[in-house]
């Protein structure tokens, strides 16, 4: 474990000189290559990684790692899985989130948190759901933030598709529905569409039949007519 601890420390400083240097070079890939702020190290694994390898590095022995101050032992499977998540390869990432939402360790949320500000869509949005899945209620102040200032339109989804299974333990979530079938993507106003027509709400069907009204992009009136259907006839 020693020996792996000076040897991640020990790539991060080559990364580190090799950002130092102003314009790409040509050398062969026996010496130092340049890396850019931004990019992947020279080991292929992505910046916000090299934080969850440090941590299980440098941290306590395997099982027993400190996060916030306190001792969580984490499981075999979330070990691995935050293995993947430092991955440079997507699908290995996009499934060590996947089981991470599954676990619901609260040891992982940590490192979980540093990939939200990624400046990959895919892997914010999945952060985002397993970090819901995993603080539950507490998610809540995140998710709805998010879906109000969020850039990119597949992490304002998340951000909905998180809320869903929270809704039950707090009414002010379907506000947060009824705000999102404004949004100005057609992907997030038809999940919010979806999720409002199984509501059961009064304000649900004056809500989707406003939207009816208003709504100019084809899919989401194809979307619209069928969450319609869904609904009661009043």
């Known amino acids: 474990r020693a020996d792996a601890s000076r040897g991640v420390a020990s790539w991060m400083k080559d990364a580190s000189r090799g950002m130092q240097e102003r314009r790409p070079t040509h050398h062969d ?118 879906l109000n200032v969020g850039r990119a339109p597949q992490v304002r989804r998340a951000a909905l598709l998180g809320l869903e299974p929270l809704q039950v333990h707090d009414p002010a979530i379907i506000s947060a529905y009824l705000t999102a079938l404004r949004d100005r993507s057609p992907l997030v106003r038809m999940t919010a569409i979806d999720l409002v027509s199984r509501l059961d709400d009064p304000r649900a069907r004056e809500a989707l039949l406003l939207r009816k009204r208003r709504e100019r992009d084809r899919n989401v009136r194809r979307v619209l007519a069928t969450a319609l259907a869904r609904l009661p006839a009043s």
Request: charge should be positive; proline fraction near 6%; charged fraction near 15%.
């Open 29 to 146: 890939c026996s010496r130092k290559r340049v890396v850019r702020i931004g990019s992947k190290t020279p080991h292929g694994v992505g910046w916000a990684g090299w934080w969850v390898i440090a941590i299980l590095l440098s941290g306590p022995p395997l099982g027993s790692t400190v996060w916030a101050g306190e001792d969580v032992t984490l499981s075999a499977p979330a070990q691995e899985a935050l293995a993947f998540i430092a991955s440079g390869d997507v699908y290995k990432r996009q499934l060590g989130f996947l089981r991470l939402e599954a676990l619901r360790e609260p040891g992982t949320v940590v490192a979980i948190e540093r990939f939200l500000s990624s400046t990959d869509p895919d892997t914010q949005a999945a952060s985002l759901l397993a970090l819901a899945a995993i603080q539950g209620q507490a998610a809540v102040p995140r998710l709805v933030q998010v």
